[in-house]
């Protein structure tokens, strides 16, 4: 029994997965919500517009959705067992051009949970870098609303942060990459100061724990990965933390998505 089984009535697990294409992946999709039952899924990257993503699917496998789409890019979703995530918001604020399908907001059993997609930001230097840093000052003007609320939250998804040189499994492999850059790290390391836990972060304080493998140059069976899918929790959540983890076998199933499930166990 992996990490995300129910175990215990007195547990919720809350999970992340970037799919890199919900109609693509939907196979392992349902596979993974089979196999290991989270409590809620927030996804990432399904590509697809609000009109062709799967419900009806994932409600026979006995999740309900919200979901947030954008053609052929981006889009999240939250799926929640045996009830229905209650919307809080989608979007944030701060940039009224920006049409990204990349933050979803949502109520589920007294939990605050956002599900984003963090911008990759390259190439940088230039604009898409300069987008990345600024979603990020977006996002952490959200959370700061959302602990003022003093509610048990966590903000989820793939961040397209590698948080220290031990998030990786070689720091010179993307020394030029935006996820790498001092500016992004210092931005996540101001989430991390403002209160918020990194779950995966504090449970394995030595790094080596990777949630993303390149499709290119063999990196999966190299195990050549690194650490891009987080969950931080609010200090209200942090001190009902159990455990957590990645999902990493499905990573290695055929037609996978480039990530592996990220999850969290916390008290209910």
């Known amino acids: 029994m992996n990490g995300t089984a129910a175990g215990s009535n007195a547990s919720f697990t809350i999970a992340t997965f970037n799919v890199n294409g919900i ?34 699917e994932l409600a026979e496998v006995g999740y ?84 003022a609320e003093e509610v048990p939250a966590l903000v989820i998804g793939d961040y397209n942060v590698v948080p220290a040189d031990h998030d990786i499994w070689d720091r010179r492999a993307l020394a030029d990459d935006a996820l790498m850059q001092p500016e992004s790290r210092a931005a996540w390391a101001r989430l991390c100061h403002a209160g918020w836990t990194d779950a995966l972060g504090l449970h394995n304080p ?6 993303y493998w390149d499709y290119q140059a063999g990196a999966w069976p190299r195990d050549h990965g690194f650490r891009i899918d987080h969950a931080l929790l609010s200090p209200e959540l942090a001190d009902r933390l159990q455990a957590c983890g990645v999902d990493k076998a499905f990573r290695g199933r055929e037609k996978a998505s480039d990530h592996a499930p990220v999850w969290v166990r916390v008290t209910r």
Request: glycine share 8%.
């Open 23 to 56: 109609k693509a992946r939907l196979p392992r999709l349902i596979e993974w919500l089979d196999e290991t039952r989270p409590d809620v899924a927030c996804l990432q990257e399904i590509k697809t517009q609000d009109d062709g993503f799967p419900a009806a």
């Open 64 to 147: 309900q959705a919200i979901w947030h789409g954008q053609k052929s890019f981006n889009g999240v979703a939250i799926l929640a067992r045996g009830t229905t995530p209650v919307e809080v918001r989608r979007g944030l604020d701060g940039d009224a051009e920006d049409e990204q399908a990349r933050y979803l907001e949502a109520d589920v059993a007294g939990l605050r949970i956002a599900c984003i997609y963090l911008p990759n930001g390259n190439p940088q230097p230039g604009p898409k870098f300069a987008y990345k840093l600024r979603w990020m000052e977006r996002l952490a003007a959200r959370m700061a609303q959302i602990a």
């Open 206 to 211: 030595r790094g080596g724990v990777w949630t």
